[in-house]
């Protein structure tokens, strides 16, 4: 690792460090402020809670955010482009979209005052996982619709880094900027930060000791403990996740801390439930479930109890950093995401954990699923490492294959690769391809 990656350590803002007393009350508050703003403005939560027989005044207690009602991603979907709006389109600062690949797109929008908030809270989240002020931020992430390369572009900014906004693709030109403008922060997805290496490589460029990069701001994709390990040891850096999604606001909605033992989840502008994803029913603290928030500071889009399919715990035991803030743990996957193989239950990042750091892997891979008769099939296609010679490829599959069904009690085809033929992506990266009929 770098000389230059520092601890993280330091004082924290006062918002951070808030007793739990103080920021219960706080929340409240505000949880009456943003119920009344979704009633009074926009349609559908008022003709969802008038069902349940909730007005705004009867919120007296967090516990009453349970007689909410859900709010799904469909809801933007079948409400576009601008019914969730609690704001005139006039008083829009900024949209946001998905790519709507799927479908139409889902739409968000911002106030002045939202914009002004995202970017407090990604400069908190990059503080918290290491940056500093006067750092050259390099960020990969996309810019334009998607949230993520405007959010950290404004976060840092507004930290007091100096920002090259890259944005993705055209990677060769990455590391040679990287190297150039002597970048010590990396914000993209973990998958590209991985591509980035790759290309070094591939230049005769090592990153890991010839750059001054210290501190990786990875998410928009789950990844595992594995992948972690491997994007330090080839970029040479602290690698951070920092959670966010465009709904609730985009990335730095949480972030971990220098602990790296969970992700702080920003309690002042957020509140975050764990329920039961099959009853809607909450579970107990530190239990695994779907990850629900309800914002608490949001003018534009009031989101009340956002379904965000994330499946994750959340603690809120005292942390050692001295933050207050709830953490949550690592998202281990998405309820849309889940595959059942005969019966079992697997995520795509838990076959990343098998297959990264395993030797002759690269770490790239996808998951091809069909349809066999009535049962779900899965071919998981892994990427040999360069220098393994195609001789070797069918003893590879079967150790795969074997470590597979060890780990996770599922039996796989696995087919190994040539290094290179595994697509990579710019962005989020494609670990399913699904081919079951629709």
Known sequence: MNASAGNGSCLHPAQETMPREQLAALQLERLRATVKNAYDNVPLHRS???????RPEDIRSLADVQQLPFTLKTDLRDHYPFGMFARPRAELARLHASSGTTGKPTVVGYTMRDLDNWADLMARSLHAGGARRGDVVHNAYGYGLFTGGLGAHYGAERLGATVVPMSGGSTERQVSLIMDFGARVLCSTPSYALAIAEVAEQQGVNLARDSSLGVGMFG???????MRVEIEARLGLRAVDVYGLSEIMGPGVACECEQRNGLHGWEDHFLFE??????GRP????EPGELVITTL???ALPMLRYRTRDITRVSTAPCGCGRTHARILRVTGRNDDMLIIRGVNV????VEAVLVGLEGVAPHYQLVVERHGALDHVTIEAEAQPGLEPSAFDALARRIGHQ?????????????????????SQGKAVRVRDLRPK
């Not at 969802?48 to 909730?54: E, K, P, Q």
């Not at 928009?220 to 594995?226: G, R, T």
């Not at 995520?347 to 838990?350: D, E, G, L, V």
């Open 48 to 54: 969802r809670l008038d069902a349940a027989g909730v």
């Open 220 to 226: 928009a994709e789950p990844w595992s403990d594995a």
């Open 274 to 279: 764990v329920i039961d994803p099959d009853t």
């Open 283 to 286: 579970v107990a603290d530190g």
């Open 297 to 299: 500071t949001k003018e």
């Open 347 to 350: 995520y795509p990042s838990q």
């Open 404 to 424: 597979i069904k060890t780990m996770l009690g599922i039996s796989a085809d696995v087919v190994v690769k040539r290094p290179g033929e595994i697509p990579r």
